[in-house]
């Protein structure tokens, strides 16, 4: 399928590894010029040369995308941004009484205040040319609260509130927001959760996995590839008439009928 977006121009934050490279690789695919980050150069510059495979052009930025001087610097490379896709690391878990007003003010600037600044950075130019697409990657426990993960179950939900709000006020001007909830996938941050479980339980890597593919439908964690796949169609000109939406991808983990 031609998504209709070869040549536009893409920020992918949060990109070398996981599913910020998954999006960044399902658009790469698909023709889009990207602007990736993240903050360690050597596995950034691996996963700019795998993303220039496809023949687009890709400029990396080493930097913390959570603090003003990264989303500069990642703003000022990218210069005209057609596509915006948000992603930063997940929040420590840990137990609700653990967490302090640093936790919580270092939480909310990762997963809810970077993508508001990196979105009001870029929205009044796609609103004036006409097109644009955001998209968030947010968590499954948006929906469904994961309780030791209360930071992210905080934070998310707070992006989630904006996010449903600005989605309708930009929509007119042929820009859309929309949120992409990744339940469990084989990422690092998935072995570093089973690494907690592991460890927690006494049990091997192996067995907190299967454990834990025992309560998905589909019986297996989800992959980076799937995951860009669909971003890479909400940022399609197809998608155009999907706003303001949140979009599950947990292999049937949450028990919800919508
Ligand atoms: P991952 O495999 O650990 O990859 C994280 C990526 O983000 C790496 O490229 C990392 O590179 C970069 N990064 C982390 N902190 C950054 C920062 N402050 N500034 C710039 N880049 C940063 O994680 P993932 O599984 O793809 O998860 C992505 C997001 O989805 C996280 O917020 C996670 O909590 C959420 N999520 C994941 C799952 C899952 O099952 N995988 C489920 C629900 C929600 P550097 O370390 O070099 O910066």
């Keep these: 399928m031609d998504l209709g977006i070869k040549g536009k121009r893409a920020i992918v934050s949060a990109a070398s590894k996981g599913l910020g490279f998954g999006c960044a690789e399902a658009l790469a695919k698909a023709g889009v010029d990207l602007v990736i980050c993240a903050r360690t150069q050597e596995t ?18 080493a930097c913390d995308i959570t603090i003003e001087a990264g989303q500069k610097q990642v703003l000022d490379a990218a ?42 950075a870029c929205l009044p130019s796609m609103m004036e040319q006409g097109w644009g697409r ?14 030791a993960l209360g930071l992210s179950n905080a934070a998310r939900t707070g992006l989630t509130g904006y996010v449903a709000g600005t989605a309708r006020q930009v929509a007119g001007s042929g820009v859309t927001i929309n949120n992409l909830l990744p339940g469990i996938h084989a990422t690092d941050r998935a072995v570093s959760l089973d690494t907690g479980v592991s460890k927690a339980q006494g049990i091997s890597m192996d067995q907190a996995r299967k454990n834990r593919e025992g309560t998905i ?5 989800g992959e980076a590839s799937e995951f860009g796949a669909a971003c890479a169609f909400l940022c399609s000109t197809q998608a155009g008439f999907i706003v303001g939406q949140n979009l599950l991808l947990d292999g049937g983990a949450t028990l919800a009928t919508i």
Excluded: C
């Design 44 to 61: 950034l510059d691996q996963a700019a040369e795998k993303l220039r495979v496809h023949g687009v052009d890709v400029t990396a930025v």
């Design 79 to 120: 210069g005209h941004v057609d596509i915006l896709v948000t992603n930063a690391g997940g929040p420590p878990p840990g137990v609700w009484s653990d967490w302090n007003r640093d936790d919580f003010i270092k939480a909310l600037d990762a997963n809810m205040l970077t993508p508001i600044a990196l979105m009001k």
């Design 134 to 147: 955001v998209v968030n990657i947010t968590s499954q426990s948006v929906k469904a609260p994961i309780a």
């Design 217 to 221: 439908p589909a019986g297996r964690y």
